[in-house]
């Protein structure tokens, strides 16, 4: 889906947040009542930050509580939006760290400004930009997380190559996103995609690991976290016209949200899966 669709949908649910109270969770467009969206953040990590930045939490998991962040290091989160992952990164990094996040809509980055103001961080920059050309120079970051917004991509090998070049020699990719575990034919994935994906795609588990791999990256680790069950999505699914018992034995165990590790290499090596790419050498 091309990136414009995802601003304005993504624009869209930030005007959303802004304009209503927490009353509106239920609203469909917010998807906070939805089984991918719901119950990621504990409550004493929800009470630490302004409730928008809450609301606003489209992710699919929690990255900050999967990935051991250091005091005094630099995290980027891609597709930022409402800040809630940036926040809580900025917290654990502490006073001599930093937390960027980034995110191509404007209405987004307007409510996690505003959120950044409320929670009083001062080690917090947000940027605007898009995924596929992060704004940030060569080796400027320890730690790329992100919040099931990489599946939303078009390109997702220029985003994981991207996130491998801003990362420093050793540097930690942590995301949570949506995968799919094993074939599903094409009709079937497209319907249920319209509830788990949204509006856009998610890679398949090994496709995912060979375009990590393909950037550069070793130490891949996917780890699900969540596997969707078909009856979360039969209210969904029912209404938009798809018979779901017909459905279900293709589909049933195939989506999940997973948790996907990797390293950028310390040095160049000519190990398979353990090479960085001619380019970013020269660039070191």
Avoid at 255 to 261: G, I, K, M, T, V
Wanted: glycine residues 8%.
């Amino acid at each position: 889906m091309a990136n414009e669709a995802v601003r304005e949908k993504y624009g869209s649910i930030a005007r959303s947040v802004s304009e209503e109270s927490s009353s509106a969770c239920c609203d469909p467009a917010l998807r906070c009542c939805d089984p991918i969206t719901k119950n990621l953040y504990g409550d004493g990590e929800k009470d630490l930050l302004p409730e928008k930045a809450v609301l606003a939490s489209l992710g699919c998991g929690n990255p900050t509580a999967l990935i051991d962040l250091k005091p005094g290091e630099t995290v980027l989160d891609l597709g930022s939006g409402g800040g809630i992952d940036v926040l809580l990164s900025a917290k654990r990094v502490g006073p001599n760290g930093k937390a960027y996040g980034l995110d191509m809509t404007d209405d987004m980055l307007a409510l996690a400004r505003e959120n950044q103001r409320q929670a009083g961080a001062t080690n917090v920059e947000f940027l605007k930009g898009e995924i596929e050309n992060i704004p940030l120079p060569d080796h400027s970051v320890d730690v790329v997380i992100s919040n099931c917004v990489i599946n939303l991509s078009a390109d997702k090998s220029l985003v994981l190559r991207e996130a491998f070049r801003v990362l420093r020699p050793g540097g930690r990719f942590a995301v949570s996103d949506v995968v799919v575990h094993g074939e599903v034919p094409v009709a079937v994935r497209e319907s249920m995609l319209l509830w788990v994906g949204c509006i856009a795609g998610a890679l398949e588990e090994n496709d995912y690991r060979a375009k990590l791999q393909a950037a550069g990256f070793i130490d891949i680790d996917v780890e699900p976290t969540r596997t969707y069950d078909i009856e979360d999505a039969r209210v969904f699914l029912t209404e938009a016209g798809i018979d779901v018992d017909e459905i279900a034995p293709l589909v049933e165990g195939r989506f999940l949200s997973a948790f996907l590790r990797a390293t950028k290499p310390t040095e160049p090596c000519c190990t398979p899966g353990c090479c960085i790419p001619t380019a970013e050498v020269e660039r070191s």
